[in-house]
């Protein structure tokens, strides 16, 4: 990683823009974010979107994207820094880009509405990028400062649309592909009536799935998924 890049919780190399499923429905946000994360003028997006729908993968490819033409990038996801206090909001003004993950998490709260008023104020004061990210359309995202809730909709603002159950089945058939693995419409069916139906759930079995086939050497069957799985 970028030594230009400032992470203030560390963020996974494989959430990149090549690791990302992108459907006909998000083309158009993908190709948003690419450049945004490559050009050098200062903005504000919104990306709002339900659980699971990518968006945390997305705003991390963003910083990775970034970092890597050289760019100073701060990664702030908010179910991590919530209980920790607004430290991790200051300070910040030598950063090209700001990210702000699942903003809504803290909202509710005065002290980091205060905090992160104060910071978009200064990204545009600074000239900086900033990215901000929630579950809910921005536009109705309950803030206890108004000037917050006007501050949210400075930018653009954009949707990012979950997966569709055939969608799935194929990030998880592309993903096993990539690892050698064959995963048969049986197992695929048999995962989708057991086990949670979420695309984060999903590839984590499929790592589980994945390290117990290399280490007993077995094709991943049913019988084999039941007593990974179910035991």
């Not at 729908?53 to 820094?81: D, T």
Request: hydrophobic share 40%; glycine share 4%.
């Amino acid at each position: 990683m970028s030594q230009q890049m400032v992470l203030n919780v560390t963020s996974r190399d494989s959430l990149s823009f090549d690791s990302f499923f992108s459907t006909p429905a998000n083309e158009d946000v993908f190709a948003l974010l690419k450049t945004f994360s490559e050009t050098s003028q200062s903005s504000q997006l919104f990306v709002w979107g339900e659980m699971h729908s990518g968006k945390s993968h997305l705003l991390q490819a963003c910083c990775y994207h970034a970092s890597e033409r050289g760019q100073r990038v701060s990664y702030l996801p908010m179910k991590s820094l919530a209980t920790y206090g607004v430290a991790a909001t200051i300070g910040l003004e030598a950063m090209h880009m700001i990210v702000i993950d699942d903003i809504d998490q803290v909202l509710g709260n005065r002290d980091w509405e205060e905090a992160l008023f104060n910071l978009i104020n200064q990204s545009r004061t600074s000239q900086q990028r900033l990215i901000l990210s929630a579950t809910q359309n921005p536009r109705y995202l309950e803030c206890q400062l108004p000037d917050l809730a006007s501050r949210l909709i400075w930018g653009e603002t954009h949707v990012l649309y979950a997966l569709t159950d055939d969608e799935k089945r194929q990030v998880l058939q592309q993903r096993a592909a990539q690892r050698g693995i064959e995963l048969s419409d049986r197992v695929l069916s048999y995962l989708e009536r057991h086990y949670p139906r979420d695309i984060g759930s999903l590839l984590t079995i499929l790592n589980v799935l994945d390290q117990e086939s290399l280490r007993k050497h077995s094709k991943i069957t049913v019988p084999f998924l039941k007593q990974v799985l179910d035991s």
